[in-house]
């Protein structure tokens, strides 16, 4: 059988920003029969991710996260159905998912990589197992549960860079509901802000692109910080740093402003914010969910009630066709 797949065709370079001639599409034969253990499955829906940005390095700079290899296919999180199996667990019909799906129409893998998921839990829409309802709905929670240090009641005020986002668009909803009184987002667009706070919950926006982040944010958090959201680093991190309260923390997710220069991860503070952050007793540690395994059944179930509630806004964007998946990753 002739399927397509995505492979790593070259390079961006660690400082270079990545392009769509990164990837390449081919055909290769997949074999007709599998072996004891393994299951084909049907390719859904793939996820792309800015975690991938590091993946495409010789040295990704985590010790978690493999580099994908030149002329190979490329993987991610991803979603399909079984078409056959050899696996005990695992019967024709089932849906499945795996954070190393190839990017691939058709696949053989161990059935031990894969997971089984429920339709129920996501009213039928399968691509949200890849986020809402998977590994960036498990971030949000999990990390704001671990490092947000959130009491319900008590005023606090959260801050969400990159709110628009898979994980800081639910990172902001999460924070409501799970007990701050105030959330405030940054993004990029006046439309990206409309939609936070009309749609997402938000309290407020601040579009980092046209108006002065430290201005706005006085404006918008008067008594401070307590916890900050932290997806992108860089100058938005460092304004937020310095606005935030004593024994306030960050919850590090990611650092996407500086995902195409080559310096270590998390990045380092400037002298000046970090000796803020020292003073004010600023909680700021690594945070990797994959740590975090055994809190993911019971993350999914809360996920999934609070958007069956309604209380989970959901929002994606998606393209048709593995064809685009190299430009979708710009």
């Not at 769509?20 to 072996?35: C, G, Q, S």
């Not at 982040?213 to 991190?237: H, K, M, T, W």
């Not at 969910?289 to 964007?317: A, H, M, P, R």
Request: net charge negative; charged share 20%; proline share 4%.
């Amino acid at each position: 059988m002739i399927v397509q797949r995505v492979v790593l065709n070259s390079r961006p370079g660690k400082n270079g920003n990545p392009v769509a001639e990164n990837f390449r599409v081919e055909e290769v034969n997949l074999p007709d029969n599998i072996n004891e253990g393994q299951v084909q499955v049907r390719t859904l829906y793939l996820s792309v991710d800015p975690y991938m940005r590091c993946k495409m390095n010789e040295d990704t700079g985590s010790d978690y996260l493999a580099p994908w290899q030149l002329s190979q296919v490329v993987d991610g999180g991803g979603v399909g159905i079984v078409e056959e199996s050899r696996h005990s667990h695992f019967t024709k019909g089932d849906f499945v998912t795996s954070f190393y799906w190839p990017w691939q129409t058709k696949v053989i893998l161990d059935g031990n990589s894969l997971e089984k998921v429920d339709p129920r839990l996501v009213d039928g829409h399968l691509s949200y197992f890849l986020g809402a309802i998977g590994l960036c709905g498990l971030t949000s929670l999990i990390g704001i549960q671990e490092k947000g240090h959130i009491t319900a009641g008590s005023n606090q005020t959260m801050v969400v860079s990159g709110a628009a986002g898979a994980c800081g668009s639910l990172a902001g909803q999460i924070g409501h509901l799970l007990g701050c009184s105030r959330v405030v987002g940054i993004c990029g667009t006046q439309e990206k802000c409309l939609l936070l706070t009309t749609e997402l919950g938000f309290d407020g926006a601040i579009n980092y692109k046209k108006e002065n982040v430290a201005e706005q944010l006085r404006e918008l958090c008067p008594a401070g910080v307590d916890i900050y959201f932290d997806n992108v680093g860089g100058d938005i991190s460092n304004t937020v740093i310095s606005q935030m309260n004593q024994n306030s923390h960050i919850i590090l997710c990611g650092q996407i402003s500086q995902y195409n220069k080559d310096v270590p991860y998390p990045p380092p503070l400037p002298p000046a914010v970090e000796a803020i952050q020292k003073e004010r007793n600023i909680t700021r540690e690594r945070f990797m969910v994959l740590n975090y395994k055994d809190k993911f059944e019971s993350g999914i179930l809360q996920l999934s009630q609070w958007f069956k509630e309604g209380k989970l806004k959901v929002k994606e964007t998606m393209i048709n066709g593995l064809e685009n998946m190299g430009v979708f990753r710009l």
